[in-house]
Each structure stands twice: as C-alpha cells, then as structure tokens.
C-alpha cells in the first residue's frame, strides 16, 4: 500500500507508519465482513525494528473506526511504551490480558508479523464441536492437515498458557482455539486476512451444512491433500496480496480516515 505519512505521524518512523496504516486497514476489513465481537478480541502486527514492539488496538475503539493513530505500542509483556502515555493514560489503554494469546505467537513465531483472533458466531460454534474442522469444502481444504488445535484454558489471563498455546500451534498459521474462537497469523497484512478470511468461511460452510442435517460428503484423502497442496504453490503470497489489495477497495472511502 502506498501511502503518505500526515503530519500529525512525523513521530513515528515511515515503516511503522506503513505498518501502523496496514494494521488499521485489517480492524476496518475484519469489522467489513462482521468478524467482530464489540471491543473484544484483537489484532496485532510487529513493529519494524529491533526492540520487539507490537501494536495493537486501544481498548475500547470499535474495529470499524480504528485509525492508525489510535494503536498503542507495546513491548512484548503487554507493557505501553510510548512516551506520552504517562501523560495520558486513557488514550493509551490497552487490554494487556488480550496480548496473552498474541504474545506467544508472535515470540515462538516471528514469521507470523501480523496476528488476528476472533470470536465469530461460525468460528466458535466449530471450537465448540468435537471433531473440529471437516474436510467438507474447499474453504476448508486449505487447511487439510495444516491446522493446529489448543484446548480452552479459560480467559487468557494465564502467561503459563503461552508455552501450552505455541507447542500445539507448531508451523501452523492457523488455530482453532476449543470452545473460544479462530487464530490466523502472516508474515503481511495481506496473508494474514487471507488466513482468517478462508477460515472464517469454511467455519461458516460448516455450520450451515450441518444445519442441513443431511449427509455429508467427504472428498478422499488424497484428494484433500492434493487440494491443500494446490493452496501452497509458488504464487500464493501474490495471490493473496492481489485479494488483499481488492478488499481495501471495499474501504477505499474511509482510507484517509483509517490512516490518520
């Protein structure tokens, strides 16, 4: 995305901006196609540079009016470290229990730079079924073989859950959370919406199937392991930023709002 750095930015550095601007974009597309849950749940992206910074929303700021100015940054327990938040405490207010999850991940997997969670009405309803996610649409094959699971702890106010957390997510870049809600990461803005954009989907083709109360047909293995592997080719990335670049037409009238 190319983009002009306002005035009112000229205290962050132009690749946090960048950062800052894709970051606000992913909240206003995952409030677009209605993967919020009020001010809960969060999304969060590293902060280019050595000092392992993150950003992620101020606590109380619905997904679809956040701004670039409004993420906070954040060291990697959670704590605010921008300099003008003694002086403002409000303004820079983050949910440090919400960072658990998002933690760990971006700790154990630095190649995951932007991290989503969600409690979608879909999302949950498949954490909450035993068998997890079926191979039952395409949507779904994506994740064939590639999809990590970790067991429902309670609210993630526990730091010892992060080691249990990235051991079950592994190489995945993507987790059911049981009985709570999805988990998708990217090395960009763009992989990671497409990450939680197929998994939402297939969660919601799920659910409607089984709402059918028919049937259900299973493709043979080898064919949803051929399909998985078609998902992994060598144009995945362009694929997916060419679908991320779509969908920020979709919010193209708010961008000099989101990236303010």
Known sequence: MS??????????SPDEWVTRCDLAALYRLVAHFRMTDLIDTHITARVPGPEHHFLIN???????EMRASDLVKIDRDGRVVEAEADGDPARYRVNAAGFTIHSAVHTARPDLRYVIH??????????????????????????????????YEGIALDLG????LVADLGT??????????????????????????????????????LA????????PQAVCRLTAS?????????IAQLAWEAALRLIDTSRSDYCS
């Open 3 to 12: 983009i002009t750095q306002p005035a009112s930015a000229h205290a962050f």
């Open 58 to 64: 101020r606590y109380g700021v619905l997904f679809d």
């Open 118 to 151: 969600t409690h979608t009405a879909a999302g949950s309803a498949v954490s909450a079924q035993k068998q997890g996610l079926l191979p039952i649409s395409q949507h779904a094959l994506k994740f064939y073989e590639c999809l990590a699971y970790h067991d």
């Open 161 to 164: 859950e992060r080691e249990r």
């Open 172 to 209: 995945c870049n993507a987790m059911i959370l049981r009985n709570h809600g999805l988990l998708a990461g990217g090395v960009s803005a763009a992989t990671a919406f497409q990450e939680i954009y197929f998994l939402e989907r297939a969660c919601q083709i799920q659910v409607q199937a």
């Open 212 to 219: 059918g109360n028919a049937e259900l047909n299973v493709p």
């Open 230 to 238: 078609q998902f992994q080719r060598d144009d995945s990335e362009g």
